[in-house]
């Protein structure tokens, strides 16, 4: 039988389904997380939510990798809030915060994804542990739609009129 949530763990899943549905709804709509719309500040503030809560939950007693990777979507977050504030990369501000948030939420959903598998159905879970083909590939599946996903959004803010043109 899989290892039962504690209540800090029910808390963060929950938490954890706030930047998802949110980030998911602002690709939907913007076709990238827009930090400045309503769905790009619940997912930011979601986000930041979950990495938090993360970090009271470890099934090794310590740090794991995935509180390194709450860390690197802070780090993406960061990157997304601070990279438009910086003139001197001219147009790369937009690919390179519109990418950073988009890794955010890539990043986000690599653990979630071991975690479902390796708990879900709680009778039989899918998946034995991180190492199992199954996650191994739908991790890679999940990587390769971001950047799937990436690539449209490049070719996207690609297509857009420059705002110095007259």
């Known amino acids: 039988m899989p290892h039962p949530l504690s209540t800090l763990g029910i808390a963060h899943t929950a938490i954890s389904l706030v930047p998802l549905a949110a980030g998911l709804y602002s690709l939907a709509i913007h076709r990238r997380i827009e930090p400045r719309s309503t769905a790009g500040r619940v997912y930011?503030?979601?986000l930041v939510a979950s990495?938090?809560?993360?970090?009271?939950?470890?099934?090794?007693?310590?740090?794991?990798?995935?509180?390194?990777?709450?860390?690197?979507?802070?780090?993406?977050?960061?990157?997304?809030?601070?990279v438009p504030r910086i003139e001197a990369l001219g147009r790369?501000?937009?690919?390179?915060?519109?990418?950073a948030m988009s890794f955010s939420f890539f990043l986000l959903l690599v653990p979630g994804i071991n975690e479902t598998l390796t708990r879900l159905p709680p009778s039989q879970p899918i998946a034995d542990g991180p190492m199992s083909a199954i996650v191994k590939g739908t991790?890679?599946?999940?990587?390769?739609?971001?950047?799937?996903?990436?690539t449209l959004q490049v070719r996207a803010l690609r297509a857009r009129p420059r705002a110095d043109v007259a």
Do not use: E, I, M, Q
């Open 44 to 46: 930011v503030a979601g």
């Open 51 to 82: 990495v938090l809560t993360s970090f009271g939950l470890s099934s090794t007693g310590g740090f794991n990798p995935g509180h390194a990777l709450g860390l690197l979507a802070l780090l993406a977050l960061a990157t997304a809030w601070f």
């Open 92 to 99: 790369a501000r937009d690919y390179l915060a519109t990418l």
């Open 139 to 150: 991790l890679a599946a999940w990587f390769l739609l971001f950047l799937a996903g990436a």
